[in-house]
């Protein structure tokens, strides 16, 4: 038993998608989360800067003696979780691999595209992760740079939303995809526009279920689940606007009492 809690970051609002899954199948831990909003977008960043906010954010939620960090972002994910991973002593998880593998689970055609941001579509991570599990498999990535925006203002259900997501993702147009990655951590929240314009015939997969189910696995083979039955408490932090992170967090986790901070790194 080990009642510390879980650590998990992403560059603003998209971790919220891995937190609402945590808290489904972990209903006991408690999560500190940081979103760094106020450097938020990540994925047209160059690498190294990429890599130093990560670790800036992975330090903050050091001082919360974390007993495992999550990066719920995939373009850190694709750049920083290796040496991340190799520096902590406790379990960093990423989400590109159980996207991946939620992916491959699912798909019958084999033919699975990916969106993302540029750094995670130019990293071609998802195309690694993808092949090192299935090495016939064919993937069409797409780098999909307006939507991270679109979620951090809110904008989700808006006309013009509909149509930036159709044009850009018309390139898929003349692809026969049966699956398609959502392999950034903030498309979960545009979910319901992308399966509008792909209809019935390609699945949608983000890696919030599988990534959760990875930490589940890992807390409970390393004896570190919290048994306690008490209602855990949660920790938003945000480098941005608290009121806007509030809405948006309280929103998508259909709760209204959510704590959340303002903090500089
Ligand atoms: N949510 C992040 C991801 O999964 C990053 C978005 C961004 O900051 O560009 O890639």
Known sequence: MNTKPIGILDSGVG??????????????????YIGDTARCPYGSRPSEEIKQ?????????????????????????A???????????????????????????????YHIGVIGTEMTIHSKAYEKAL?????????TGL?????????????IESQETKQIVAETLAPFNNEKLDTLILGCTHYPLLQPVIEEYFGN??????????????ASVI?????????????????????????????????????NDLQVENVQL
């Open 15 to 32: 971790g919220l998608t891995v937190v609402k899954e945590m808290m489904r199948q972990l209903p006991h831990e408690p999560i500190v």
């Open 53 to 77: 906010f990560t670790w800036e954010l992975t330090r903050y939620l050091q001082k919360f003696d974390i007993k495992m960090l999550i990066i719920a972002c995939n373009t850190a994910t």
């Open 79 to 109: 750049v920083a979780l290796p040496e991340i991973r190799a520096e902590l002593s406790i379990p960093v998880l990423g989400v590109v691999h159980p996207g991946a593998r939620a992916a491959i689970k699912i798909s019958r055609g």
């Open 131 to 139: 092949k090192s599990i299935r090495k016939k498999t064919k993937v």
């Open 143 to 155: 780098a999909c740079p307006k939507f991270v925006p679109i979620v951090e203002n809110g904008e």
């Open 201 to 214: 015939n390609v699945k949608i997969i983000s890696s919030g279920e599988e990534t959760a189910r990875e």
């Open 219 to 255: 807390l409970d083979h390393t004896n570190m689940l919290n048994k306690s039955n008490e209602q855990p408490e949660h920790i938003f932090l945000t480098t941005g606007s608290v009121d806007r992170f509030k809405q948006i967090a309280e929103n998508w986790l259909g709760t």
